[in-house]
């Protein structure tokens, strides 16, 4: 990239009340008014007072309803929400539950257009068609009602209004963020809107059947916990149909005995749950290996970090719990540290082969494996586990069944930010049978993943579509 030179006067930073001085904005402010549409032309911002989002409690309490975080939004823009139910609440979706009880809740209307206030620049923006009205959001995204052009508006922030949105991204040693106030700085090129104006009708059509070709394409889609899931199921004779009746327990008699059976003297209800003691006889059928006869050297946690030992020329990466909360180590989404840093915590590097798992908060008991050489420092909110003569795609896959997810679940410790430790992970249940049928379970899992893998290069490839579609009508007017 070339770089940018321009000149400013001083009095030009008050004009905005935060004093902005980054480059990014004040090159963007530059923009002449009268080529430019206001963010205000063309938005209106919806927003919920917090008591009619505590009302919409009263809507779902009764019924089964889904959600939508940040994180369960996709770099593409689809929606994989989780289906809660407040009679069966449990461990597992308890803070989802915790969030929505403080006002965390919304709901969208078809057409409008959601941005993440947090790492905007992941393109984590969704546009409200009408099956996406039903699902209920994350305040943590900002609401838009285009006042015209929605869906073109829509992926126009995608592409070619994508540098404006993040000229005014608040940027620092952390995440990038938006803040809604500062939405109303943005300026949108008015000859681009006038194309799209004079054009609207023709581009929706070629922009919509591509958009059906992508639905007929994700409707072949499998999540990849339910292969997995499926798998182990048969292989195991995992009894989920029993474990989900005993999940919904909740009232059950414990014998004084059973406190001492753990060294720790657990009371918790969660710990003594019939659904857990029931995954470990289940899993004791099949092994007596614990996590800790296959470790090749003991279980540690990560290096924690300052936000000034952040550096964007360094070589090592930050794995965070954040870059691994959809089960794999997403370099896109790291920071990178000072070589200073990095060489201090040679010992807290990664390889080829490490599970990394994180041990904290929300995100807490999310697997991921190292499958490529990459140089990176893992947090202290994640452990590192080694396994020796062991396949560890086959352990990696077996940490992400609903079996072991569960003994997480009800091992976790504390009141508000719950926490697992080494000392816990290694003494859970490990598979022990043999390498080659270690390989051949991987063999099917992998393979099934892999052919989902293709139909999402194919949806990739269709999204593409859209883009040029976007980008030539500017080019060719």
């Known amino acids: 990239m070339g770089l940018r030179q321009f000149d400013i006067k001083l009095d030009q930073f008050s004009a905005e009340a935060s004093l902005r001085c980054d480059t990014d904005f004040i090159d963007f402010s530059r923009t002449p008014k009268e080529k430019s549409f206001s963010f205000g032309d063309l938005f209106d911002v919806v927003e919920h007072e917090k008591k009619d989002r505590l009302a919409?409690?009263?809507?779902?309490?009764?019924?089964?309803?889904?959600?939508?975080?940040?994180?369960?939004?996709?770099?593409?823009?689809?929606?994989?929400?989780?289906?809660?139910d407040f009679s069966t609440r449990d461990e597992l979706v308890e803070d989802y539950f915790k969030k929505?009880?403080?006002?965390?809740?919304?709901?969208?209307?078809?057409?409008?257009?959601?941005?993440?206030k947090v790492r905007p620049n992941l393109k984590k923006y969704v546009f409200i068609d009408n099956d996406l009205t039903d699902v209920f959001y994350t305040t943590a995204l900002i609401q838009l009602r285009p006042k015209k052009l929605n869906k073109l508006l829509y992926y126009s922030l995608r592409t070619v209004f994508y540098n404006n949105l993040m000229s005014i991204a608040r940027q620092g040693k952390g995440y990038p963020t938006l803040k809604v106030d500062d939405l109303f700085c943005i300026k949108l090129d008015s000859n681009i809107i006038n194309i799209f104006e004079n054009n609207e009708k023709s581009l929706l059509e070629k922009i919509e059947s591509i958009e059906k070709n992508i639905r007929e394409l994700k409707s072949k889609i499998k999540a990849p916990k339910e292969v997995i899931n499926r798998v182990f199921s048969r292989e195991f004779n995992f009894n989920l149909e029993r474990f989900e009746i005993l999940k919904k327990v909740k009232t059950f008699e414990v014998d004084f005995s059973h406190y001492g059976n753990n060294k720790d003297l657990r009371k918790s209800v969660k710990f003594h749950r019939q659904a857990g003691q029931f995954v470990l006889e289940e899993l004791a059928k099949i092994t007596c290996k614990k996590i800790k006869d296959f470790i090749s050297e003991p279980i540690v946690l990560g290096k924690g970090i300052s936000p000034s030992q952040y550096d964007d020329n360094g070589e090592y990466y930050y794995l965070s719990m954040a870059t691994i909360k959809n089960w794999k180590f997403e370099k896109?989404?790291?920071?990178?540290?000072?070589?200073?840093?990095?060489?201090?915590?040679?010992?807290?590097?990664?390889?080829?082969?490490?599970?990394?798992?994180?041990?904290?908060?929300?995100?807490?008991?999310?697997?991921?494996?190292?499958?490529?050489?990459?140089?990176?420092i893992f947090a202290d909110f994640t452990m590192r586990i080694r396994l020796k003569s062991y396949n560890q795609l086959f352990a990696y896959y077996y940490f992400n069944t609903v079996y072991f997810q569960y003994l997480i679940e009800i091992n976790k410790k504390g009141l508000q930010n719950q926490n697992i430790f080494p000392s816990q992970i290694q003494e859970f249940p490990l598979l022990?049978?043999?390498?080659?049928?270690?390989?051949?379970i991987v063999d099917e899992i992998k393979t099934e993943l892999d052919a989902q893998e293709k139909i999402k290069t194919e949806i990739e490839v269709e999204r593409n579509k859209i883009d040029e579609i976007i980008e030539n009508a500017i080019k060719n007017s």
């Open 100 to 116: 929505i009880e403080k006002g965390d809740i919304q709901t969208a209307q078809s057409g409008n257009i959601l941005l993440s």
């Open 56 to 84: 919409l409690i009263d809507d779902i309490e009764d019924i089964s309803f889904q959600y939508s975080e940040i994180g369960n939004v996709t770099k593409q823009g689809d929606v994989e929400a989780v289906t809660l």
């Open 332 to 376: 896109e989404n790291a920071l990178l540290v000072s070589d200073e840093f990095a060489a201090e915590n040679k010992n807290k590097t990664v390889q080829v082969n490490d599970i990394i798992v994180t041990r904290s908060g929300v995100a807490i008991g999310k697997f991921a494996i190292i499958d490529e050489e990459v140089k990176a």
């Open 432 to 440: 022990d049978i043999s390498k080659e049928e270690q390989q051949r």
